[in-house]
């Protein structure tokens, strides 16, 4: 190497640093919260809202479900209605037909005082109104004619008014300003209000301990009914929340959550579904055979011996309405897991599951005429009535799903909607309680049954109330104990019994307000008023009483 001319060494090459892997995993940025403010219209139906949901919770809990419950009813649906108005984008027979029949469906608070009754219509209002938002406001993501609708009133009663509750209750104190959002002043007022009440709550018992004049004035007016305004207020705030948010997202169009893509599925192949159907299906040839005993002498003996007509009428009618159920549900799975060809389950498929449906409608045929034959024999119950009238809808609707079978678009669900509608409305204008009376005690004085079942009679509703008095003005020695009993019972609804003078005396204490009235209960209160006194005099006389089995059926 040349020491004139040195290599100059290399520069300093930089240390060496591997390249950071990218992250497996980055936190997801979160989503902005929509802020949508309110106009003039939202605020003042969520002031409507707020006041009828308070109002609703007070007439249904303290008016006990009468008249205050429907007025309660119609004035939200009509406000819901009015509300929506540019929202509602068509107007169908079947979204009219919706909305009358629950409309209709409010009138049984009124007519009637059936608990049971009740309880049927406040579901079946619930779900008509559903529907007919559904089909006002054109949301439904399924088809409205198939039992998929059910899916639908889920999401629109329950899932969408959670999913949009904190943007439709953050918007009644925002509004708009210009291009930009503000909140309103009432925010301040209620924040206000609410700082207010534990200062209220140590200074007005001490202003009732100071003067007489203001503890009067406020127990006259607040002190009285401060815990039915509290519960008022506990329960309606939620339930307000609840309309309001489902309402608002409604007007506002407020996006629901995408949903994940689904693959078509294949089904199961006619094989699977015959083979299931044909095995069930040979069971029931079967028991058809074994129904020759009644009708051909060759196979009587069958029948166990000494089989009375109230034995075949009391047996098997609960079992039957069951296998009608279970068939129902059966045929549908078995439809829906088929493979459909053009649409429709193989031919095979939808004949095999045609006789299953014609034999279930034969169950149900013979179910009703024994149920008849019962009645005829030993009169009516309110779950012998219920029972048959639940058999004819499932008729109708195992004939609306055979009509589905051959006509691909028949709706189905939509024809079930209309007939329980109606059937259901028929019966609670009927009043089941009251024909029930009618039916026993006519039927006893004509002779048709043997006896009268008085503990039946005395469990029903205020509707029975005006034959059990006409069984009163006509009683007889053997009639007259129990009778008195019964109307006794009916009789402490309203007031109290006093000894004085050597004699009990009736006094009336219960004052019905509005909110409680309703055509049976004041009809019951006026006849049992009218012999109040006779009614305590035979009942609180012990001479000749007992307890014994024929003072309830005679």
Known sequence: MDQNHPVSPLPAQPP????????????????????IPSDRWDAAFAVIFIALSVLAVNFSLYGGFAVGYAVSFLALLMCEGIYLRRRMRRTT???????????????????????????????????????????????????GGTTAALLDVGHLLLVRPFAHMCTAISSIFLVKQGESIGKRRCGGALLGMLCALPVLLAVVPLLISADAA?????????????????????????????IYSRLFGLRHELPDKAKAPTSPAKGVGAIGINTFLITIGSVYVLYLLSQLAYFFSAFSGILPEEYTVAQYARRGFFEMAAICTINLGLVGICLRLSRKQAGKAPLSSRLVTLFILLFSIGLVATALSKMVLYIRSFGMTRLRILTAVFMVMLSAVLVFVILRLFITRFPYMK??????????????????????????????????????????????????????????????????????AILYQRLEAFGDVTFKENKHVYEITDTMDFRHYNVDLFRAHRLLEERAQAICDVHFDDFGYSESYDDYAW
């Open 16 to 35: 060496y640093v591997p390249a950071s892997p990218p992250p497996a995993w980055q936190p997801a940025q979160p989503k902005p919260r929509i802020r």
């Open 93 to 143: 027979a079947y979204g009219v037909f919706c909305t009358v029949a629950a409309a209709t469906a409010a009138g049984l608070f009124v007519w009637h005082n059936d608990g049971v009754i009740h309880f049927f219509a406040f579901c079946g209002m619930i779900l008509l109104a559903m529907l007919a938002l559904l089909e006002g406001t054109d949301t439904a993501t399924r088809d």
């Open 214 to 242: 203001f503890e009067g004035l406020l127990r006259h007016t607040v002190l009285d009914r401060s815990g039915e305004v509290f519960v008022s207020l506990l329960l309606g705030i939620p339930l307000f929340c609840l």
């Open 415 to 484: 024809a079930t909607v209309i007939a329980v509608a109606l059937v259901g409305l028929t019966v609670g204008y009927a009043d089941v309680d009251t024909v029930i009376a009618q039916y026993n005690i006519t039927a006893y004085e004509s002779g048709a049954l043997e006896r009268l079942d008085l503990d039946t009679l005395s469990d029903l509703s205020d509707g029975a109330t005006p034959y059990l008095v006409e069984l009163w003005d006509e009683r007889t020695p053997q009639n007259e104990k129990r009778l008195a």
